[in-house]
């Protein structure tokens, strides 16, 4: 039996799932496979706190519309009692109060219900290893929120720099862009006409020069510098 938290056999990631519809839930389980292990469902708000909280998942794939509070309620209830827990908003809604609310809460990444099988897959095992996963259209939505000032503060003339930007070079500038937006390493590589390896290669430099850890600390990096 898999302890709380811990990885299943093969590496797979334990993955709990809330949504309030089954079949949604039924849909999301066959997609998935054998490339994750499911160790729960809710399909509401207070059933997914509690089965969270006793199950201790790698990730969570979480609806933003439940009964009982939504799903920035559960985030909420559980995020500074489970920081090992990762989440994942899984939502028909591609709204921006949706996605900034859900990332505000502590998800670590936001799809679409029309995320293919494999694709979602692909984005659960980047959360769990500690990414960040967003499509192009929704991490803008991030960016914007990140990036704005309180109205209270007076806007700059010039953009925020770091110092490390300079360490980067023109490649790696645009690698960095496009992974704090949240495309893939494959959508990059297409992009910019290199293999994905030379891609993975921009990427661990990029980290390395500015001393980030994880693509999130890049995108907020990102927005505070006001790169995007």
């Known amino acids: 039996m898999t302890a709380p938290g811990q990885r299943s ?3 797979r990631p334990s993955v709990f799932l809330v949504d309030d519809h089954a079949m949604v839930r039924a849909g999301v389980r066959h997609e998935l496979g054998d490339s994750v292990t499911v160790v729960g469902e809710a399909a509401d708000a207070d059933a997914a706190i509690a089965g969270i909280r006793a199950a201790v998942p790698d990730v969570v794939l979480l609806d933003v519309h439940l009964p009982g509070g939504g799903g920035h309620a559960v985030l909420e209830a559980l995020r500074s009692e489970l920081p090992e827990v990762r989440w994942l908003a899984l939502s028909v809604s591609d709204a921006a109060e949706d996605v900034i609310a859900v990332i505000r809460a502590g998800a670590r ?3 679409t219900k029309t995320i293919s099988g ?3 897959v692909a984005a659960v095992q980047r959360v769990a ?3 960040v996963v967003f499509s ?3 991490a803008g939505f991030v960016l914007d929120a990140f990036a704005a000032s309180p109205p209270s503060a007076p806007q700059p003339e010039d953009p925020a720099t770091d110092p490390g930007l300079d360490l980067l070079s023109a490649r790696e500038r ?3 862009q496009l992974l704090a937006r949240g495309y893939t390493y494959r959508e990059i590589g297409s992009r910019l006409f290199i293999s994905v390896k030379t891609v993975e290669s921009h990427a661990s430099n990029v980290l390395r020069k500015l001393q980030l850890s994880n693509r999130n600390e890049l995108t907020r990096w990102a927005a505070t510098n006001r790169l995007l």
């Open 9 to 11: 056999g093969a590496g």
């Open 174 to 176: 645009e690698v960095m």
């Open 136 to 138: 192009p259209r929704l």
């Open 118 to 120: 494999p694709d979602l």
């Open 109 to 111: 990444g936001y799809v």
């Open 129 to 131: 290893e500690g990414d």
